[in-house]
């Protein structure tokens, strides 16, 4: 489904919390994060927040982050695009060390959606459905949601290890000479470019940092966090690049007959293994404690704070 050469997955500051996704009057809609085509959510035709108004167009909107800019696009009920624009984002990089900013990624896609909608002639009521797609890059929050720095620079707007960061090959080789039964379900080995090997290397070079963080995120999870302030985990993200073993949350699914539940595929006994037992601490707290599968929808929709416009 990816691969570690620039794949993606579909699936701060209080300047960031007042800026807002969709340019009009604030409204509910559905949203997903997602990973390949994953947790964008239609819309629900039982529920008003998602339903419009005789006449009214449904408008889905798709937003794309990759490693040098912000896209968004929307579409008519058709699939037919209605209108795009993209957006720049910020990028740091020092040898191997390559790092972004949530913050300037939340901007970038705030001023990508407004264009858009300005561009496709849509207002905010009309959007009635929305789901992310981002590289699979590691976001570090705290527990207010503020960025975190995974940098050497200390500079706390660098919360971001970019995918193809490979400051953490040391790591991986450690982590793969363990030959943990995970890694059968990864093609047999770890990438530097796959989270448990990053994670590590925070834990043994920013302690600081390490002790801040109070979620580690996949980049479109985190986005749908952002959006939503719902912490669901996508079950594409968290196979593809955390060793999360789908095929055990799967088993569990069909016994149980739900899509909506807890993580159950997080071997601890690797992530006490290669030294990040912590990580298990509080149900996986901090990597995901809900794991859903593509076409979950999030939360109750946007939240205030994602969807208003500004005063």
């Known amino acids: 489904m990816m691969s570690s050469s620039g794949s993606r997955t579909w699936s701060s500051s209080s300047l960031s919390d007042t800026t807002p996704l969709l340019p009009l009057s604030f409204s509910y809609q559905r949203v997903g994060s997602a990973a390949s085509i994953e947790m964008s959510s239609a819309p629900d035709s039982s529920s008003s927040a998602s339903a ?59 001023s990508a959606v407004k264009s858009a909608c300005s561009l496709a002639n849509v207002e905010a009521k009309e ?45 991986a080789e450690r982590i793969n000479s363990r ?26 070079n920013l302690q600081e940092s390490w002790s801040m963080v109070f979620r580690w995120m996949d980049l479109s999870d985190w986005l749908a966090y952002r959006a939503t302030g719902d912490d669901t985990r996508s079950l594409c993200t968290t196979v593809c690049k955390w060793t999360y073993l789908g095929h055990a949350h799967m088993q569990l699914v069909n016994e149980k007959d ?49 969807a208003k416009a500004r005063n």
């Open 52 to 110: 419009a108004a005789p006449g009214e167009r449904h408008v889905f909107l798709g937003v794309d982050v990759g490693t040098g800019s912000a896209r968004a696009g929307l579409f008519d009920e058709k699939g037919r695009l209605l209108g795009s624009a993209s957006s720049p984002i910020q990028i740091w990089k020092d040898k191997d060390c390559i790092e972004q900013s949530s913050t300037d990624i939340w901007h970038s896609i705030c």
């Open 127 to 171: 959007v009635v459905g929305l789901g992310f797609a981002a590289t699979c890059s590691l976001v570090a929050v705290d527990s207010d949601g503020s960025p975190v720095s995974v940098s050497w620079s200390g500079d706390a707007r660098r919360n971001i290890i970019v995918w193809m960061d490979h400051r953490a090959v040391d790591q």
């Open 179 to 204: 030959n943990s039964p995970v890694l059968q379900y990864c093609g047999g080995s770890v990438s530097p470019e796959m989270q448990a090997p990053k994670l590590l290397w925070v834990k043994e």
């Open 258 to 306: 739900s899509r909506n539940m807890e993580a159950c595929g997080w071997d601890d006994d690797f992530w006490e293994e290669i030294g990040l037992g912590d990580l298990v601490e509080g149900n996986h707290a901090k990597i995901g404690r809900s794991v859903a599968f593509p076409g979950h929808p999030l939360g109750s929709g946007l939240t205030p704070a994602a």
